[in-house]
């Protein structure tokens, strides 16, 4: 069982240029969350979907998007990205809202 | 915005030793939950709490789910090398119902 895939595992990104960050599960999670990492900040939400469809803004959403067209994919999108950007995304699935969540092994993500 | 406030930010302590850390919210949380997190890994859940006054135990891991339902502690027994890691408290509840995380407590065990 994968559990929750993420990818890809590193990238460095030219500042302005666009970037999607994968994540795929295969529990039949309804809710899906992205989290970025910084030193010092632990982790803070970014987006998050309760079910497919559906999607709604966490703590920093600002320059980044998501969508939620089926159960298992929550891709996150940098339209422009920046330096501010550089950080661990960590995308997350949850059985729904209360329950507990489960992490991917992380995207490290450089803006340069 | 809602925020977890864990303490302390960070331990160093000799192997053997018990430690104890917790997270304290400004608003009421339904459900708390506690992960480890290894360098370059995600975080993995450790404990999950889901009723006020609720006390769990995973091995040497031993968590309460606070009775006024705006705090929680971990505490882990007997303390190995292993045990090394940031340890991260998180909630679902408050105003917006989100899962959010405290600022994270960096576990360093001597032998």
């Known amino acids: 069982i994968a559990g929750i895939t993420q990818a890809p595992t590193s990238q460095i990104l030219a500042a302005g240029r666009r970037m999607t960050l994968r994540c795929t599960q295969d529990?039949?999670?309804?809710?899906m969350y992205w989290y970025r990492q910084d030193l010092g900040l632990g982790l803070r939400l970014i987006h998050y979907?309760?079910?497919?469809?559906?999607?709604g803004k966490g703590e920093v959403p600002d320059g980044y998007s998501v969508s939620r067209a089926n159960t298992d994919d929550f891709p996150l999108t940098l339209a422009s990205a920046v330096p501010s950007q550089t950080s661990v995304y960590f995308c997350?699935?949850?059985?729904?809202?209360?329950?507990?969540?489960?992490f991917g092994q992380g995207t490290r993500l450089t803006v340069v | 915005g809602q925020q977890l406030n864990q303490s302390p930010q960070s331990m160093f302590i000799q192997e053997g030793e018990d430690v104890s850390m917790n997270c304290t919210s400004s608003?009421?949380?339904?459900?708390w939950l506690w992960y480890k997190q290894d360098p370059g890994e995600g975080p993995v859940l450790l404990i999950a709490l889901y009723k006020a006054g609720e006390l769990t135990s995973n091995g040497r891991l031993t968590a309460q789910f606070g009775i006024t339902r705006k705090d929680s502690f971990l505490n882990i027994s007997a303390s190995i090398p292993s045990d090394v890691g940031i340890y991260f408290c998180a909630g679902f509840g408050g105003a917006t119902n989100k899962l959010i995380f405290g600022t994270g407590t960096l576990l360093a065990v001597q032998p």
């Open positions: 529990m039949r999670h309804n809710a």
């Open positions: 997350a699935s949850s059985a729904g809202l209360n329950t507990e969540a489960f």
């Open positions: 608003s009421i949380f339904n459900t």
């Open positions: 979907s309760n079910t497919a469809g559906t999607t």
